[in-house]
């Protein structure tokens, strides 16, 4: 073999071991609820740091009935949850957006909660999501008391000041107030708003009884009341870009290369091929609303994540020279420095054109969808407006302005 036929044989190598580009996984619904997600920021191996990301903060728990009655609203909350990170990126400055989840259900359920932490890897809350099925309930009020105190209290909340917490409390069923060993609802929210975390309750329905704990949790959170259709009423509309972006959004996650120890190597692959697994399910409307928020400034460093090292090393938070050999993916490892410089522009130039056709069919797709919306005499009562509503009104307190005229849906 000569040298250029190994160049190129170990390029293609080492471009096949992208998908050990993740960051570690995080707890699944699946885990035991007493159990806290491991932190989705490993240390760092190396003594080159990236520089602090001083953007503001958006952190948003959604607490979730998960009972018989919501299939509606959890299959929504799986089709749309790019979109509402769409929604929540779309401020000035771009903010540093962290989503987490605690699923609900009651005593005498398959479980009473279940809880993803907050994180900026959304691929691993939406793999959550999509284990989610509603089941259980049928007998009335729910465990909310003991979802909102987890909420406030198991959550790993940021220490940034100015940032924007947020828990939107989406449900069908009032809470249980007769649970003597509860921590009930007014105590909770009060903890809350010492924490600067509003809370906003999201009525599914209109049961009476919901409506009043409803509205009261929403004043007692500092937050709002809204109130959608059982099933959400999003907006879900297919588009002609909608291929186009699921493809380019395949390829940029082709574009990405993780270095670190190999045990963190291998989490991340792990991490990715459970990821990759929900991704290859999903619809191609769904894969296109990844691919808009990837589009966005916010998009682009959730997806990233840490030691990603095309985008370390071409930006100059990180030397190349100053990452250990074995910490290189392995292909890698068999390249000269120079033949690792190269793979890693390659890298970088094509991410730069991928995601400026991503761009411009974002562009092309929100302007299909918001012509459709107007067509069809809007959607003020779908559960995407009244999130943009909700978040334009009270992020500006934080110092983020939502300008856009609409939601991204």
């Known amino acids: 073999m000569n040298a250029h036929q190994r160049k190129t044989t170990l390029i293609g190598a080492a471009l096949f071991v992208a998908t050990a580009g993740v960051l570690a996984y995080l707890q699944t619904l699946n885990g035991p609820a007493s159990a806290a997600p491991a932190s989705a920021h490993p240390p760092s191996i190396t003594p080159s740091q990236p520089a602090v990301d001083e953007r503001p903060v958006v952190e948003a728990v959604f607490v979730l009935d998960t009972t018989g009655s919501m299939g509606g609203l959890i299959q929504a909350a799986k089709d749309k949850i790019w979109s509402i990170a769409s929604t929540m990126a779309a401020a000035e400055p771009a903010p540093q957006i962290r989503m987490g989840l605690v699923a609900y259900r009651d005593r005498g359920d398959a479980y009473v909660t279940q809880m993803v932490d907050l994180t900026p890897d959304l691929d691993a809350l939406h793999a959550a999501l999509f284990q989610l099925q509603a089941q259980g309930g049928g007998d009335g009020p729910e465990s909310v008391n003991q979802a909102l105190y987890e909420a406030i209290h198991r959550i790993s909340w940021g220490q940034e000041q100015n940032a924007y917490r947020v828990v939107f409390l989406v449900g069908d069923a009032p809470p249980h107030m007769d649970y003597q060993d509860d921590v009930q609802f007014p105590q909770s929210l009060a903890q809350a708003k010492q924490r600067g975390i509003r809370v906003n309750a999201i009525q599914c329905g209109n049961g009476s009884e919901t409506l009043r704990l409803w509205q009261q949790i929403a004043q007692l959170g500092n937050g709002a009341y809204l109130q959608v259709a059982q099933d959400g009423a999003a907006v879900a509309i297919a588009t002609p870009y909608d291929d186009k972006l699921a493809r380019l959004s395949?390829?940029?996650?082709?574009?990405?290369?993780?270095?670190?120890?190999?045990?963190?190597?291998?989490?991340?692959?792990?991490?990715?091929?459970?990821?990759?697994?929900?991704?290859?399910?999903?619809?191609?409307?769904?894969?296109?609303?990844?691919?808009?928020?990837?589009?966005?400034?916010?998009?682009?460093?959730?997806?990233?994540?840490?030691?990603?090292?095309?985008?370390?090393?071409?930006?100059?938070?990180?030397?190349?020279?100053?990452?250990?050999?074995?910490?290189?993916?392995?292909?890698?490892?068999?390249?000269?420095?120079?033949?690792?410089?190269?793979?890693?522009?390659?890298?970088?130039?094509?991410?730069?054109?991928?995601?400026?056709?991503?761009?411009?069919?974002?562009?092309?797709?929100?302007?299909?969808?918001?012509?459709?919306?107007?067509?069809?005499?809007?959607a003020d009562a779908s559960l995407d407006r009244q999130l943009f509503d909700t978040l334009r009104a009270q992020a500006q307190d934080s110092g983020l302005s939502y300008d856009a005229d609409g939601p991204a849906y």
């Open 250 to 378: 395949g390829e940029l996650d082709d574009t990405r290369l993780y270095y670190g120890s190999k045990s963190e190597r291998s989490e991340r692959a792990k991490h990715l091929a459970e990821s990759e697994a929900v991704r290859e399910a999903a619809p191609a409307p769904v894969l296109a609303r990844r691919a808009a928020f990837a589009a966005s400034a916010s998009g682009k460093a959730a997806l990233l994540g840490d030691k990603e090292l095309v985008d370390e090393v071409s930006s100059g938070a990180v030397s190349l020279d100053a990452i250990a050999p074995e910490a290189l993916p392995e292909p890698m490892q068999r390249l000269s420095r120079d033949e690792q410089r190269e793979l890693i522009t390659q890298q970088a130039e094509r991410r730069a054109d991928l995601q400026q056709q991503i761009e411009e069919a974002a562009a092309e797709r929100s302007a299909y969808l918001k012509a459709r919306v107007a067509e069809d005499g809007g």
